[in-house]
């Protein structure tokens, strides 16, 4: 029996599908599908990855991608058009003719099933439900919070009914920092190379020290400085957002507090495990923190890693001009050509960046 009727029975009552009030709103197209991200539900990281993936495909069909926007603190998704303001029947109007909606939200989702609206819900593991209401339609899926984009995305082309590439992509790993867009500069060029102005960049100095670069990216840009040298200019800058100093034993108290007069947000750190206690004890009223390297076997997916596996990577290295998705990348001299996937780089150094990868495997046959 299904639990709706459970619950009437016991209450002595018949069911009926709630009714959805609704009212116009002019639209200036007929196609569309609804994503939305409501900061009021625990948010999904990887919508603006759902919208890439579909966004090409359905602009061959003609069909537009519509974001709800119930609050301002909804993040804004990529490349969707915004629609902020409305009433909730103008909402549910918008809902009720949509091809397609892909939300966080339990309100949407369940209006778009008393609407008979193709749904996809994204939610928390422990609200997934086995059992629904009756009226809810054939087309209704929920994924969890931890779900792939590509997941989520091949499911919804299958739902249009269109031609769906993702069948052929089998992602198999995440990195917790891949929906962290992060760009990364290592100073061994002028900043004019590349006219880098007024973004957030993270300064490699621990790759590559040229102090008169590194001063030149501080005065143009807002800085995350990394480093394990204390550049001999440095000085405080508005534009320096925190500096993360590598510390060693070679690493001498005049350094530390050069560091902490150069800005207010320091952040000490050592990738030395077996000197680590030796450099606490000579820093003792410094916390310093030990960054263990990510090795492959410590992702637990080695088996699934084969000839076929791709990366994509949410961090941009720009050296001598050139950008690279990884720092393994850049060290085998491999450049970004062009936005698509690349082939997975066995070595430590690739692996020590997994937290910023996806790993897909894409059977070619």
């Not at 009714?19 to 196609?31: A, E, L």
Request: aromatic share 10%.
């Amino acid at each position: 029996m299904n639990p709706i009727f459970k619950y009437s029975l016991d209450c002595g009552v018949m069911p009926t599908k709630p009714q959805i009030n609704t009212s116009f709103f002019p639209i200036t197209f007929d196609k569309y599908i609804i994503l939305e991200s409501s900061s009021a539900e625990s948010e999904y990281p990887h919508m603006d990855e759902i919208s890439s993936y579909l966004s090409g495909i359905l602009r061959k069909n003609s069909i537009n991608i519509l974001q709800l926007k119930f609050s301002e603190k909804d993040e804004d998704i990529l490349g969707a058009k915004k629609y902020q303001g409305l009433s909730l029947s103008q909402f549910n109007f918008l809902i009720e003719n949509s091809m397609l909606v892909i939300s966080n939200s339990r309100y949407t989702t369940e209006c778009a099933n008393c609407l008979e609206t193709p749904s996809i819900l994204i939610t928390k593991k422990e609200l997934l439900q086995k059992d629904n209401p009756k009226w809810y339609n054939e087309n209704y899926k929920e994924f969890k919070l931890d779900s792939f984009g590509e997941q989520i995305s091949s499911h919804a082309l299958n739902t249009l009914d269109l031609n769906n590439p993702l069948d052929t992509i089998e992602p198999i790993y995440c990195g917790d920092l891949f929906k962290s867009k992060i760009l990364e500069i290592i100073p061994n060029f002028h900043p004019e190379q590349i006219n880098i102005r007024n973004e957030n960049i993270n300064l490699r100095a621990d790759y590559h020290q040229d102090e008169k670069n590194i001063i030149e990216f501080i005065e143009h840009n807002k800085v995350n400085l990394i480093t394990n040298k204390v550049p001999s200019t440095l000085g405080p800058h508005k534009n320096l957002i925190q500096i993360n100093l590598e510390v060693s034993l070679n690493t001498t108290e005049e350094d530390i507090e050069k560091i902490k007069k150069s800005c207010k947000n320091v952040f000490f750190f050592s990738r030395d495990s077996k000197q680590i206690q030796k450099i606490r004890l000579k820093f003792i009223d410094e916390i310093i923190t030990l960054e263990k390297r990510i090795r492959k076997k410590d992702l637990d997916i080695c088996d699934k890693i084969c000839d076929n596996t791709y990366y994509k990577s949410s961090k941009i290295i720009i050296s001598e001009g050139k950008n690279y998705t990884s720092l393994a990348s850049m060290k085998k001299n491999i450049p970004l050509v062009r936005s698509s996937l690349e082939k997975v780089i066995d070595c430590d150094d690739f692996w020590d960046e997994s937290e910023h990868f996806k790993l897909i495997n894409i059977n070619h046959g």
